[in-house]
């Protein structure tokens, strides 16, 4: 229902701007055959077409994460209305995913962005199960080349059933994101996962978490959640409205399982632990919704129904008075067994989630830009009618004063500016604090791990027996000593004599063991350094945003004041706006940090070791002697390692704190010159316009009673749309009160 009045006000807002939009257009064409081009008024008309467009586009994003497994695929399938995603038995998602929606009729089509191109490519325009194949192709074609194309991510355009009866959410799309990777690691690594959980966090609507039903308790998707809620639960707290869990395949519970609402109850319990307050869990069943909306829609194919008959009819079938089992055919109990899925109830609070909070916001800030648009146009004609009310000479006065004024205006902004520049440097400083502090905290981890090692080692036991038994003791030696241990067969037997002169150099009998502990060491170190990184880069988003907001608060009221002063002498006033978009901080890569270093890392060494011999001889005792024998080792320098890993953070450092500098500055400057832009344009406005009505008055000075008699009729349409606006905000805040 919310989202339904929703709509209704959306389309009145809109409805009531196109008509401002019109009579503004009129009012400049009757001026401009009067002469007075209105130039001040261009600058109206364009914010008015603006933010007609910004009500039209606005976009909306629902965040979808999970681990693998979880069947997150089944799920957007399920609500975009379409098998369109492969599932997870054909490939995992590689890399961030957009499905926008697009209206019933358009083409669908697969979009691939890659890094340093503007333009995406097109991979392919057609069906669904087209795209679906493309998609397939191109994910294989990517995780066995690795990526040489740098791709970043995909785009999904096909419209989204689930809000196609919603013109007002036009502007929609579900994020798909990266799971982890399988081509790297067989192991789950959290981190793509956790970058853009926190990514979610901040900039998405809703955030939807599809937890497996028969393993939510997975240690992977619960490390998943430590890391996301540590140190961000009053984020966590802040942005509870708009983060959801979605317990999937729970069509999977045998009979002996336990009840699911006792498995969400639990669940409960489990999330709130981690800090998340008050957990909403739905429970879903994604294939079940994605057959029935299909087989509803009318566009199941034969194999989808079939698949629909096999594992969810059965529990619709009736016995009849024979007591013969009687199955009802699919397209009868497709709409029920999509209720039953839970699939439209979750669509319905994802909307509901949106509209209330982001759609409401979005009315709010449309009908103050209308009524500062309305005001405008109010203060134009009032300036106009008192300039042909009072004397010509006054007026003449009246436009010298001004212009002075306005350059007086002018001198002032550009002492605001000089404030808001200590107060960038003040915040590419603390940017370069932080920064510092991450690379120090990630070299001291790494260098800790790296110094363990060599005791570590030399306590390997020489024997399969006693293996398992220092296997237990491996958690308390450290990530990276559990990581070389579990990536060899036998350690111990696979050394070779050790340099007793420099502990930090390990040698290997064979190369390939060699190459295998400088791989583990990198592997282990850049996911872990990555995972640092992504805290700090979080961090740095939300504090830089804060300190940026404050700022550009800072410059919205000093150049307030400034544009005061001008509206005490007009009578008039200007409202200063500023939109503040969250900060940027680049991803910094620390994958492959010593890949291209082995030979550095790795010597190939050469040493004479004495061999005994024993030579038989008859009647006598075997003769024992000593020969000796070159011997091959190759040797890993693990303080080489180190080395060469603080030497990367730190050139990744220097190369983030340069970019991290230049975007501050930018951002900074677009706030300032917004502010200075709406006093200018102001300013020049009400200069045009005045400069314009003294040549009128002298010009046109025999047909002042019909310009003046014009001017009024707009000016008693004006206060028309002005009743308008009035009621639209009354009705806006009958809407808010209806929230759930």
Not at 595 to 621: F, G, H, M, S, W
Request: hydrophobic letters at 35%; a negative charge; glycine letters at 4%.
């Amino acid at each position: 229902m919310f989202s339904q009045n929703f709509q209704q006000l959306h389309n009145r807002i809109n409805q009531t701007g196109t008509k401002i939009l019109q009579f503004l257009q009129e009012f400049r064409r009757g001026k401009l055959t009067e002469g007075d081009k209105t130039q001040g008024l261009e600058v109206v008309e364009n914010n008015l077409v603006q933010t007609l467009q910004n009500l039209q586009e606005q976009k909306y994003q629902v965040a979808v994460v999970a681990a693998m497994k979880a069947g997150k695929s089944t799920f957007l399938n399920a609500v975009i209305g379409a098998d369109i995603l492969a599932s997870e038995n054909a490939a995992c998602t590689i890399c961030r995913t957009d499905i926008k929606h697009i209206y019933n009729g358009a083409t669908p089509r697969l979009l691939e962005y890659r890094e340093l191109k503007e333009q995406p490519v097109i991979l392919v325009a057609g069906s669904a199960g087209e795209i679906q194949q493309k998609f397939l192709e191109r994910t294989r074609e990517i995780r066995e080349k690795n990526n040489p194309d740098k791709t970043i991510r995909f785009e999904v355009e096909h419209p989204i059933e689930a809000i196609s009866q919603i013109p007002s959410l036009a502007g929609f799309s579900l994020l798909d994101t990266p799971g982890p990777n399988e081509w790297e690691s067989a192991n789950f690594n959290t981190v793509k996962l956790k970058q853009t959980a926190l990514e979610a966090l901040r900039t998405c609507n809703a955030i939807l978490f599809i937890l497996n039903y028969t393993s939510y308790k997975d240690n992977a998707i619960l490390d998943l959640f430590k890391e996301v809620v540590e140190n961000r639960k009053e984020i966590l707290a802040k942005n509870a409205g708009k983060v959801y869990f979605i317990l999937n395949k729970v069509d999977l519970r045998g009979e002996r399982d336990r009840e699911i609402r006792e498995v969400i109850n639990d669940l409960k319990r489990e999330l709130s632990s981690f800090g998340f307050p008050h957990p909403i869990i739905y429970p879903a069943s994604s294939r079940q919704g994605l057959l029935a909306k299909l087989i509803d829609a009318g566009k199941a194919t034969e194999g989808q129904i079939e698949d629909f008959q096999k594992f969810f009819s059965s529990q619709y079938s009736k016995k009849n008075e024979d007591g013969d089992l009687i199955t009802p055919a699919p397209h009868k109990i497709a709409r029920q067994a999509l209720i039953d899925s839970k699939i439209p109830e979750i669509e319905k609070m994802v909307i509901q989630t949106i509209t209330q909070n982001s759609g409401v916001n979005l009315l709010e800030d449309v009908l103050a830009r209308l009524e500062k648009v309305v005001k405008g146009i109010e203060d134009s004609l009032n300036t106009q009618i008192q300039g042909w009310e009072i004397e010509l000479e006054t007026l003449k006065q009246n436009v010298q004063e001004y212009a002075e004024k306005a350059d007086n205006a002018n001198q002032q902004v550009l002492e605001v500016k000089k404030l808001v520049k200590q107060q960038e440097k003040k915040l590419i400083e603390r940017f370069k604090q932080e920064l510092q502090l991450f690379a120090t905290n990630a070299k001291e981890q790494i260098k800790i791990e790296i110094e363990q090692l060599p005791n570590s080692i030399s306590k390997l036991p020489n024997s399969i027996s006693n293996q398992s038994k220092f296997e237990k003791q491996t958690n308390s030696r450290g990530g990276l000593f559990r990581a070389i241990f579990q990536g060899f067969d036998n350690l111990f037997n696979q050394l070779d004599r050790q340099d007793s002169e420099n502990i930090y150099k390990i040698r290997f009998k064979e190369e390939k063991d060699a190459e295998k502990l400088i791989k583990t060491v990198n592997e282990y170190c850049s996911p872990h350094i990555q995972n640092l990184w992504v805290d700090v880069q979080d961090k740095l988003i939300r504090e830089g945003t804060k300190i940026r907001e404050n700022l550009a608060t800072e410059i919205q009221n000093k150049i307030q004041e400034i544009s005061n002063q001008l509206s005490v002498y007009l009578g008039e006033s200007l409202r200063i706006e500023l939109n503040i978009n969250p900060i940027i901080i680049p991803h910094l890569n620390f994958e492959g940090m010593i890949d291209d270093k082995v030979d550095k890392i790795l010597e190939r060494i050469k040493y004479i070791e004495q061999v005994q011999e024993v030579r038989k001889r008859k009647c006598e005792e075997d003769e024992v002697y000593f020969v000796d024998v070159e011997v091959k080792s190759f040797e890993v320098d693990l303080q080489a390692i180190l080395q060469l890993i603080c030497r990367r953070i730190d050139e990744q450092i220097v190369d983030s704190a340069a970019v991290i500098n230049l975007v501050i500055q930018q951002q900074v400057k677009e706030d300032f010159r917004s502010a200075e832009m709406q006093i200018k344009d102001y300013t020049n406005k009400f200069q045009s316009e005045l400069e314009a009505l003294v040549w009128q008055r002298e010009s046109q000075g025999e047909e002042a009673d019909k310009i003046y008699s014009n001017l009024q009729i707009y000016q008693i349409k004006l206060s028309e749309y002005m009743e308008d606006l009035d009621m639209l905000a009354k009705s806006l805040d009958e809407l808010k009160k209806t929230k759930a």
